[in-house]
């Protein structure tokens, strides 16, 4: 009979809520799934201190209880879990002020462990994952997707590539040696203007610098500028996120892409 391990998964999600650092990085990989971090990018480690540190500040009363579950296609060794995470959300969570209601999340995840620690994969599809996030005000509700947001939210660049893409790594893309325009030359969507149309957040395309409203907002002119000429990357301009996404390759790349990409081609990045 095979051991259970959810005990030590138990252990783990306890030293989470806690903010035992020490607990989580002896428990942890440095490495993702499938993926080694790049010189520049934070370890898995470094990610669930840093991620969890700004959940429990926006929900002092967090707990985290382990259930197994049956996974799917799952590796010898391999440990499903359902986290039951539960508390009130009292804090501000990037950007996203207090509601005082009580949060409640339960996504599955996959634990695999080596040598070197445990591997941690969500096993969240992007609309649950965007709910849980719409739970805590970080996302707009769905019907109000369109609108300019009421406070600056900006959810780490890491949790929105893993939403969105399923990955913690980078997805391959055979566009990036294609930027040429790293900062806007305008705050507005031009098109929008002419026609009385707004927006909640705008995107610049990095081959040519059209700046168009985003996916979200009604008229979508950044996504029908690539539509159009097939110029694939934007990024986004709104708070200086700077995250930037392939509409060819749906691959989303943090910030230190871009960084790295306007510093390689001698335009260095104004910051704020």
């Given at each position: 009979?095979?051991?259970?391990?959810?005990p030590?998964?138990?252990?783990?999600?306890?030293?989470?809520?806690?903010?035992?650092?020490a607990?989580?990085?002896?428990?942890?990989?440095?490495?993702?799934?499938?993926?080694?971090?790049?010189?520049?990018?934070?370890?898995?480690?470094d990610?669930?201190?840093?991620?969890?540190?700004?959940?429990?500040?926006?929900?002092?009363?967090?707990?985290?209880?382990?259930e197994?579950?049956?996974?799917?296609?799952?590796?010898?060794?391999d440990?499903?879990?359902?986290?039951?995470?539960?508390?009130?959300?009292?804090?501000d969570?990037?950007?996203?002020?207090?509601?005082?209601?009580?949060?409640?999340?339960?996504?599955?995840?996959?634990?695999?462990?080596?040598?070197?620690?445990?591997?941690?994969?969500?096993?969240?599809?992007?609309?649950?994952?965007?709910?849980?996030?719409?739970?805590?005000?970080?996302?707009?509700?769905?019907d109000?997707?369109?609108?300019?947001?009421?406070?600056?939210?900006?959810?780490?660049?890491?949790?929105?590539?893993?939403?969105?893409?399923?990955?913690?790594?980078?997805?391959?893309?055979?566009?990036l040696?294609?930027?040429?325009?790293?900062?806007?030359?305008?705050?507005?969507?031009?098109?929008?203007?002419?026609t009385?149309?707004?927006?909640?957040?705008?995107?610049?395309?990095?081959?040519?610098?059209?700046?168009?409203?985003?996916?979200t907002?009604?008229?979508?002119?950044?996504?029908?500028h690539?539509?159009?000429?097939?110029?694939?990357?934007?990024?986004?301009?709104?708070?200086?996120?700077?995250?930037?996404?392939?509409?060819?390759?749906?691959?989303?790349?943090?910030?230190r892409?871009?960084?790295?990409?306007?510093?390689?081609?001698?335009?260095?990045?104004?910051?704020?």
């Amino acid at each position: 009979m095979a051991t259970d391990r959810t005990p030590e998964i138990q252990t783990f999600a306890d030293a989470l809520v806690a903010g035992d650092e020490a607990g989580i990085r002896a428990f942890l990989s440095d490495d993702y799934f499938g993926h080694s971090p790049a010189p520049d990018e934070p370890s898995q480690a470094d990610r669930w201190v840093g991620l969890l540190g700004d959940v429990r500040a926006a929900l002092p009363d967090l707990r985290i209880e382990i259930e197994p579950v049956e996974l799917e296609a799952a590796a010898p060794g391999d440990v499903g879990v359902r986290a039951v995470i539960t508390g009130t959300h009292t804090g501000d969570l990037w950007g996203a002020p207090a509601t005082g209601a009580p949060f409640r999340g339960e996504p599955v995840l996959r634990f695999r462990p080596t040598e070197t620690g445990w591997l941690v994969q969500g096993e969240v599809p992007p609309p649950a994952a965007i709910g849980m996030l719409r739970a805590l005000g970080v996302a707009p509700p769905a019907d109000k997707m369109h609108l300019e947001p009421r406070y600056p939210v900006s959810p780490p660049d890491f949790l929105l590539k893993v939403a969105f893409t399923g990955m913690a790594a980078d997805k391959p893309c055979a566009h990036l040696d294609d930027a040429r325009v790293f900062e806007p030359s305008t705050d507005v969507c031009q098109e929008c203007v002419a026609t009385g149309g707004y927006w909640p957040a705008l995107r610049l395309c990095l081959i040519c610098g059209n700046v168009g409203c985003c996916d979200t907002s009604i008229n979508k002119h950044a996504k029908a500028h690539f539509e159009a000429t097939g110029h694939a990357l934007i990024r986004s301009i709104r708070l200086q996120e700077g995250w930037i996404w392939c509409y060819e390759d749906g691959a989303l790349f943090e910030r230190r892409t871009l960084v790295r990409l306007a510093a390689e081609a001698g335009s260095p990045l104004r910051e704020a």
